[in-house]
């Protein structure tokens, strides 16, 4: 009872935004009017999304397998990104704080018809023991999640904790020039160089709309450990 008034206090509160894909019906994302960073759908999440879905089927860094490719979501907000990867047949495993899991959970069932893979929701705060997510996931899924200075080393120790060798980590992140973003980007990619190697996925391998030279996807992995 006290998740189905929660999915219903939800609802009332929110907009909708519809996102194509190139086959199917429309992903149908809720959004809070009011809330924080996290109740939004932003841009770099849609071209995250939608560069998935080009990408799409993703090679498996940990070999072949019957199942579809297994990913984790960090800072899911919405659940957008890891939507469109269960749409696409990813197993996904989307996480945010607590305070994010009802509406992830309404856009969960409100787009369960459309999943060709599995999408479930789990409560993550970055840099905390992880002791419930796939370990060695084949994909870790970042969108948007690099502005709070304070938030930089707890996300990073996640990403190292959650990803193993072969785990692909795909972030994209929108390059903002106000206030002290620039700073906490250049801090983000400082810290990111100890244990991580990245390459930029250039404009053109990313969707013919939905891209922007602003806004960043990068295919990260860990350093070979000997």
Not at 156 to 179: A, F, P, Q, V
Request: aromatic share 6%; hydrophobic share 40%; glycine share 8%.
């Amino acid at each position: 009872a006290a998740a189905a008034a929660a999915a219903v206090a939800v609802m009332a509160e929110c907009f909708v935004r519809s996102v194509e894909r190139r086959a199917g019906s429309p992903l149908r994302v809720r959004q809070r009017a009011v809330g924080g960073v996290g109740a939004v759908v932003w841009d770099a999440a849609l071209v995250l999304a939608k560069y998935l879905e080009r990408a799409w089927p993703w090679p498996r860094p940990g070999g072949g397998s019957a199942h579809g490719p297994v990913a984790v979501e960090l800072g899911a907000g919405t659940g957008l990104v890891g939507l469109m990867a269960a749409a696409l047949g990813a197993n996904v495993t989307v996480t945010d704080l607590e305070e994010l899991q009802d509406l992830l959970n309404v856009n969960i069932k409100d787009n369960k018809h459309l999943v060709t893979g599995s999408i479930q929701a789990k409560v993550l705060k970055w840099g905390e023991t992880i002791t419930d997510l796939p370990s060695d996931p084949d994909y870790i899924l970042v969108a948007d999640c690099i502005y709070y200075e304070q938030s930089l080393e707890p996300l990073l120790r996640t990403m190292k904790d959650l990803s193993g060798n072969k785990t692909c980590i795909i972030l994209s992140y929108e390059e903002r020039t106000m206030g002290s973003n620039p700073k906490v980007e250049k801090r983000f990619f400082e810290l990111l160089q100890t244990d991580f190697e990245m390459e930029e996925i250039p404009l053109d391998k990313q969707d013919e709309e939905y891209r922007s030279e602003d806004i960043h996807v990068l295919h990260i992995k860990r350093k070979s450990r000997h």
